[in-house]
């Protein structure tokens, strides 16, 4: 029924109905993650970089009141130019925004849930949400974990914001029965920086391993997502130390200033970059493009297993 709402774009539409690799992307980094017209720039750039390595992308965002699974150049750039006035789409948004014919710019949940109704079993972002620092008495858990626990989407990314707090993260991931897989890695990556302190639940080396292992999850019938996290590259890693220090003064700022819900991930992530000179914006668009590359390979191993 809810597939009524839901418009795929013909390219995506014909790579699916073929069992062809297809991408998700998420549009919150469009129209939330970086000013104008850089934000269309990299999305477009995201785009490229999934073709280049075998797949077809698909950008996801609510625009007019429809769900869209693929978007036009035309699309993007509307996003983008938009900004902060589309709305961010969680789950809870999602009825009333369509309801309205609004817009709204789809988080890691959201992306997720309209990337199941499509058919797209392989999404691509940043860094996702988590539970925040100081939850125990806030309560300020992301979506996103739920999100994960639920819906059977593989979602690749440089680990949990390094804003949160990393150790609760996993334990809520855990509690969820949410593989947490380490490319390459058994350190969760901390999105700016490579490491953490905090282990994962298991390495693996290949997007064929990363593909069997959703696969079979697939096949068990276990349901929900995996969690796949992917080292920002080590040439735009940033000094943990100084990105800590920048992390803790925006983290007292928000405070200071009544920040919370929605606003907050955007309003540290603003805040930070202008703590590290920009620094933190140049680490957020590679990491994204490392993400982007890895899905697509990804995808394409899991689309070949889906064939036998």
Same mark, same amino acid.
Do not use: W
């Given at each position: 029924?809810?597939?009524?709402?839901?418009?795929?774009a013909p390219e995506v539409k014909a790579a699916l109905d073929?069992?062809?690799?297809?991408?998700?992307?998420?549009?919150? &980094?469009?129209? +939330?993650g970086m000013p104008y017209p850089q934000n269309v720039e990299?999305?477009?750039?995201?785009?490229?970089?999934?073709?280049?390595? $075998?797949?077809?992308?698909?950008?996801? /965002?609510?625009?007019? @009141?429809?769900?869209?699974? $693929?978007?036009?150049?035309?699309?993007?750039?509307?996003?983008?130019?938009?900004?902060?006035?589309? %709305?961010? /789409?969680?789950?809870?948004?999602?009825?009333?925004?369509?309801?309205?014919?609004?817009?709204? *710019?789809?988080?890691?949940?959201?992306?997720?849930? &309209?990337?199941?109704?499509?058919?797209?079993?392989?999404?691509?972002? @940043?860094? &996702?949400?988590?539970?925040?620092?100081?939850?125990?008495?806030?309560?300020?858990?992301?979506?996103?974990?739920?999100?994960?626990?639920?819906?059977? #989407?593989? #979602?690749?990314? *440089?680990?949990?914001?390094?804003?949160?707090?990393? @150790?609760?993260?996993?334990?809520?991931?855990?509690?969820?029965? #949410?593989? #947490?897989?380490?490319? $390459?890695?058994?350190?969760? %990556?901390?999105?700016?920086?490579?490491?953490?302190?905090?282990?994962?639940?298991?390495?693996?080396?290949?997007?064929?391993?990363?593909?069997?292992?959703? +696969?079979?999850?697939?096949?068990?019938?276990?349901?929900?997502?995996?969690?796949?996290?992917?080292?920002? %590259?080590?040439?735009?890693?940033?000094?943990?130390?100084?990105?800590?220090?920048?992390?803790?003064?925006?983290?007292?700022?928000?405070?200071?200033?009544?920040? +919370?819900?929605?606003?907050?991930?955007?309003?540290?992530?603003?805040?930070?970059?202008?703590?590290?000179?920009?620094?933190?914006?140049?680490?957020?668009?590679?990491?994204?493009?490392?993400?982007?590359?890895? *899905?697509?390979?990804?995808?394409?191993?899991?689309?070949?297993?889906?064939?036998?």
């Open positions: 029924m809810l597939n009524k709402y839901l418009d795929i073929a069992g062809k690799p297809v991408v998700a992307l998420e549009s919150t &980094i469009i129209s +939330h990299t999305a477009l750039n995201v785009e490229k970089l999934i073709r280049d390595n $075998g797949a077809v992308p698909a950008t996801i /965002a609510v625009i007019k @009141g429809r769900l869209k699974a $693929g978007l036009s150049e035309a699309e993007i750039d509307y996003l983008g130019k938009t900004g902060h006035a589309v %709305p961010k /789409a969680s789950r809870r948004d999602l009825p009333v925004l369509v309801a309205q014919g609004r817009d709204g *710019a789809c988080t890691v949940t959201t992306t997720m849930i &309209i990337a199941n109704l499509a058919g797209i079993k392989v999404f691509a972002t @940043g860094g &996702i949400g988590g539970v925040h620092r100081g939850a125990e008495t806030t309560m300020d858990v992301s979506a996103d974990l739920e999100e994960l626990a639920h819906t059977p #989407v593989m #979602v690749i990314c *440089a680990g949990a914001k390094s804003i949160l707090d990393l @150790g609760l993260t996993l334990e809520y991931l855990e509690t969820h029965g #949410v593989p #947490v897989i380490g490319y $390459g890695t058994e350190e969760l %990556p901390a999105f700016y920086t490579r490491k953490s302190g905090f282990k994962v639940d298991y390495e693996l080396d290949t997007p064929a391993e990363l593909a069997k292992a959703f +696969h079979v999850k697939q096949e068990m019938g276990l349901g929900g997502g995996m969690l796949v996290t992917n080292p920002i %590259p080590e040439e735009y890693s940033m000094d943990a130390d100084a990105i800590n220090k920048a992390i803790d003064e925006a983290i007292t700022d928000a405070k200071k200033q009544g920040i +919370h819900g929605k606003e907050t991930t955007p309003f540290l992530l603003a805040k930070i970059k202008d703590l590290t000179g920009g620094d933190s914006l140049n680490s957020n668009i590679q990491l994204v493009y490392n993400n982007a590359r890895l *899905a697509a390979k990804t995808a394409a191993e899991l689309a070949s297993l889906a064939k036998n």
